[in-house]
């Protein structure tokens, strides 16, 4: 989603505020521009249509000089993606202002605005706010009260950040609904909607709360104001994954890097989280173990490949804990009038910890009633998600660059097997089975490791999707929603249709469209559904389709004209699903970069969907 940069310095502020939309890149855009405020108490702003690249083409023929500037990409939402809609907007030559979010009441504002005269030059709701903040200002002539006056009347989400050449020393940033962090640097001052932009000035930052407002200043000056407009104190944090995060080293691309990690983060997700034979309750905050025990059903509430996760912790949360579980996608959820039965915990999962819809769903959830409590399974510390819900436990995936989800993915799933665990734990106390997932746990990272090992017998697979428009991916049991992720990255980075049904249902519809223009990938650990998956795949094979298994070394299936079989290393039936997601993430990798799509930044896709 769309991106925030902000700088207050001694410094010349252009370098920093590129680079910072530069690390912003990674989150999908389709527009970007830039609002610096001169020596002479000018605003000067450049725009353009595209990557940042051409916005840096620009700024090399005009550069924006000066020590305070705003900075934007832009994934629009109201209106096209043109340099006339890119933001900053203003309000005449006096107030500039980039916004990320939706304003709900823009169409009121904007006739009444337009009554008093203002005139609007773009399509976007956030020209209003440009508008309404310029009235506000003229009341008062303080920034700070206009914007404390302004955010009032807003309806809907946004992150904001404003310069007026009146207060020529000055940024104010306020956000509701979606995120904004403040970099704290030594004599200068930085906003950002997340801290990725930053790390090349501060690795120090303030995560705003709801309806903050913060006026930053020459001299590095903070101040944090909460939305009753009284003076706050809000902690600084320090960034610890580092710089280096953000680089794709020897990688061509983020994905390929961030499927390569796995093993690495998926070990620093269970650090200090497993006992001898048990999970310990510990992980999950120190009241945990007893809410544990009082929980009766579980609802997760998730989108797109987090949704995936939550599917498969369903299976294991209802063999492993007895507990009634049921999965949904937030954007439903959250429309729905749900019946909550007695001692429901209310889960999510995202990786930002900010998604738009997961976030309404915890608050819907929140403002219904009924629930024990909530539990968020989140990669981002002191986000939104983790804040507002009563417990969390957090993956260690580190930045997640490619808008494909990979590394976070499979870092939730060992989230939600340590949580299926703790749960087990407090109804029966330790047993094998909790023994036996566990030693599988530790084992985890070398079993990555021997699934990657299949990259290079993957990229040669690959030139048989190159040329596809459609494909179709099979599994059963934990390996349907393992399949609903195989087609979900498939679509999402090659473009080509992909589908995912459960093998059992091939017969129920989708087999009339199998035929030689239809491969077929399925996967098939050794479980007890392998002796069915098997028949369902020759439904698939006498119906001409070819087919590409993804089967356990001892699973026996020859390879035949037609029937593609890759073989993963034996592995503990609980922890498969994790495995399996490896090669169909290298899968769709690769036919990508054969189709020569735009892997980290697909086409109209956005990292931590911010908006609803
Ligand atoms: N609504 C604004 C900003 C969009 C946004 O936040 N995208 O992520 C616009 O359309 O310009």
Redesign the pocket.
Known sequence: ??GIVGAVASRQVQGILLEGLKRLEYRGYDSAGMSVLSDEGRLNRQRAVGKVVALEEKLETAALKGHLGIAHT??????RPTEQ?A?PHQSGESLAVV????IENYETLKAELEAQGYVFTSE???EVVAHLLAREYNKSQDLLSAVQSAVIMLKGAYAIAVAHVGQPDQIIGARKGSPLVVGAGIGEAFLASDPLALLQVTDRFIYLQEGDVVRLSQEGMIEVFDYEGQSAERAITVFEHGDGAISKGNYRHFMLKEIHEQAQVVAATLEGRLGEGHVLPRAFGADAEALLDRVKHIQIVACGTSYHAGMVARYWIEKLAGLPTQVEVASEYRYRDVVVPDGTLFVTLSQSGETADTLAALRYAADKGGYLASLAICNVPGSTLVRESDLSLMTQAGPEIGVASTKAFTTQLVAMMLFTLALRRVRQGDDPIQHQIVNALRQLPQSIQQGLALDGAIEKLSSAFAEKHHALFLGRGTMFPIALEGALKLKEISYIHAEAYPAGELKHGPLALVDSEMPVIAVAPNDELLEKLKANLQEVRARGGELFVFADENVSLAESEGVHVLRLPAIDEYIAPIIYTLPLQLLSYHVAVLKGTDVDQPRNL?KSV??E
């Open positions: 989603m769309c832009r994934w629009a939402t109201h209106g809609n933001h916004h990320n979010g939706i976007t709701d956030t956005a911010t908006v």
